[in-house]
């Protein structure tokens, strides 16, 4: 239960940190990519499959999340919030920023889950350049952050 608590803290700490530094991107222009690879990563969570949850990931996400890390890690919030309700995201911004020398945009979108009675806010975090990978993905929603 413990690990579940550092897992979830460490998800926020991350996606609030990636945003901190940040500067407004062109909404029109990022949701254009991220819409569709955001729709299809979720409804990868929902079915566990892994080849189309990595499908438009980075390197290092792809190094950092195996098969099993991802069914771990999508039980962990699945146990909390249940399933992503198809088609339910809406786009709500985007933010450029910088970290170690390379550049990202994060995108969040509020969407529906089966046992979340409020938004859940997801954060994709994008690659901000032409090939516009995911290097992460991040829930929250009240019922994650409770212990």
Known sequence: MMRKIVLVSLVIIMAISIVG?????????VSAYADDITEKMLLAYNEDNYAQYIQNTDDQFRA????????QGNQVVRDKIGNYVL?????????????????????????K????????VITMVFDDNESHQVGG?????????QP
């Open 21 to 29: 530094c940040a500067q407004k991107a062109d909404n029109s222009a």
């Open 87 to 111: 088609g339910s995201k809406q786009y709500t911004d985007a933010v450029k920023t910088t970290q170690n020398n390379l550049k990202y945009v994060a995108v969040r979108y509020t969407a």
């Open 137 to 145: 993905i991040f829930f929250n929603s009240p019922k994650l952050r």
């Open 113 to 120: 889950f089966t046992n979340e009675t409020g938004d859940v």
């Open 64 to 71: 950092a999340v195996s098969e099993d890390k991802m069914k």
